[in-house]
């Protein structure tokens, strides 16, 4: 069985859409027997599904990859493993020998939310599931998704707390808030 996997030096090209070389590898027994270098351009989907029919590629492994190409390799009978980061070459060798590349080598933040049916995952179309390595990080700590963090950016807080500010987060006594309209406005009531 013929192999691709989308390289930027040795490591998987992030995005497909702008990977400009292939590692080819031919997988007998579960383990790599011969592997190339085939320079690729998906410019236009079209000659890029060409490219892959004519390299005798059964399975590509890339990174991020956009809608459209995605559709064609998977229309063209290409087995499609989207959104796959690492050594090029760890993810090769398990592949080879029949073990799970995932999650371990997703992406990270894919697949974890907006779940569409069939499993995968309407932001960037993947078909895996990944899980959360943290379920609750307690908030105002500055360390995570549910926390306040250091309040320094212009914003400085949320626009619906207190301050005299209406529904747009702007003062509504001229105030001097900074970060347009989300600060803490100085303005008086009205």
């Known amino acids: 069985m ?3 996997l989308t390289v930027w030096e040795d490591r ?3 995005v497909f859409d702008s990977a400009q070389m292939l590692l080819i590898a ?3 027994n579960k383990e790599v ?5 085939e320079p690729f351009v998906p410019d236009l989907p079209s000659r890029m599904a060409d490219r ?3 390299l005798d590629v059964a399975v590509l492994i890339c990174g991020a990859i956009s809608e459209l190409p995605a559709n064609i390799i998977e229309e063209t009978g290409i087995e499609l493993i989207p959104f796959i980061t690492g050594s090029a070459d760890k993810v090769l060798d398990l592949y080879a020998r029949g073990i799970k590349i995932t999650p371990a080598f997703l992406m990270p933040g894919c697949g974890r939310k907006r779940r569409k049916r069939g499993g995968g995952c309407e932001r960037c179309n993947a078909r895996f599931f990944q899980t959360r390595e943290v379920g609750f990080m307690p908030r105002g700590n ?10 320094t950016g212009k914003g400085q807080g949320g626009c619906n707390k207190g301050g005299g500010r209406g529904n747009s987060g702007q003062s509504r006594g001229g105030g001097q808030g900074q970060g347009k309209g989300q600060g803490q406005g100085k303005g008086g009531r009205r």
């Open 2 to 4: 013929k192999m691709a």
């Open 12 to 14: 998987i090209s992030p």
């Open 26 to 28: 031919e997988i007998e």
């Open 33 to 37: 027997t011969k592997r190339r270098y």
């Open 52 to 54: 892959l029919s004519e």
């Open 142 to 151: 500055k360390t995570g998704p549910q926390g306040q963090g250091p309040r």
